[in-house]
């Protein structure tokens, strides 16, 4: 998560009654999560091997694993890309992933038939906060919400405004869907150069709790995470020349 969340609970005041997390991978999040007390957690991936996994590093918590490939239309048979990295795999294609990030290659796929999340899940146990980062179906996952959707104040999501995988939705797209359910996109933070990044988005209703201050210091706060990333991509440069002169 680019925006953890210690900072979603800082500038926004988001304390949710639980978590519904689509594209588990190894449950990266799980000890961000616990230490703001947020759970329990509904974690749903893909992969049956990283499945196992977490059922294995979970063991004993509270949390649920799911494993199913989410998608707006259920039944459908697709084929799911795994990447040389794992957390780049996706039911969709890479575009521009490739030359993003040269160093990570499609490995493998396999079959897997899709389900839509208001199949997996009732209106009672759903949760209000979701994390959505399944490398480019995040808009097909929002829609398979069905009326579960009614339930959420919160989403935290992957957006892109490159077409990193083959036809995936922008930023306008997710905007326009979740406007016209009472959502608004209250802070993003992009990985430089890169084309993607993460939103968070809250119900309207919430809205008149973000005070000038909080958005004064969300604003200091994605300066500096900026001034970061481009310090770093300057080390990095610095290292590659002084590699090249070494070398020649």
Excluded at 177 to 186: E, P, W
Aim: hydrophobic share 40%.
């Amino acid at each position: 998560m680019l925006i953890r969340p210690s900072h979603l609970q800082k500038y926004w005041g988001i304390t949710p009654t639980g978590v519904l997390h689509v594209g588990a991978h190894e449950a990266e999040e799980a000890p961000l999560y616990k230490m703001q007390l947020w759970g329990p957690v509904i974690w749903i991936e893909a992969q049956p091997n990283l499945c196992r996994q977490l059922e294995n590093s979970l063991s004993g918590s509270d949390d649920r694993i799911i494993e199913a490939a989410i998608f707006d239309v259920s039944g459908v048979e697709m084929d799911f890309h795994v990447a040389s990295n794992s957390q780049s795999s996706s039911l969709l294609d890479f575009q521009q992933h490739s030359i993003l990030y040269p160093g990570v290659h499609m490995a493998e796929d396999f079959k897997v038939t899709t389900k839509r999340l208001d199949e997996i899940l009732t209106l009672e146990e759903m949760p209000n906060f979701i994390n959505l980062d399944i490398q480019g179906a995040e808009l097909p996952a929002l829609k398979s919400l069905g009326s579960l959707l009614a339930k959420l104040d919160f989403i935290y999501i992957e957006v892109n405004k490159r077409e990193i995988y083959k036809n995936i939705p922008q930023l306008s797209d997710i905007d326009s869907f979740l406007s016209s359910h009472d959502f608004r996109r209250v802070g993003t933070l992009w990985v430089l150069n890169k084309g993607w990044g993460d939103a968070i988005y809250t119900r309207n209703s919430l809205n008149k709790n973000y005070d000038f201050f909080s958005k004064l210091k969300w604003s200091i706060f994605k300066l500096k995470n900026y001034a970061a990333q481009i310090l770093l991509q300057i080390k990095v440069i610095g290292v590659d020349l002084r590699s090249f002169i070494a070398q020649n």
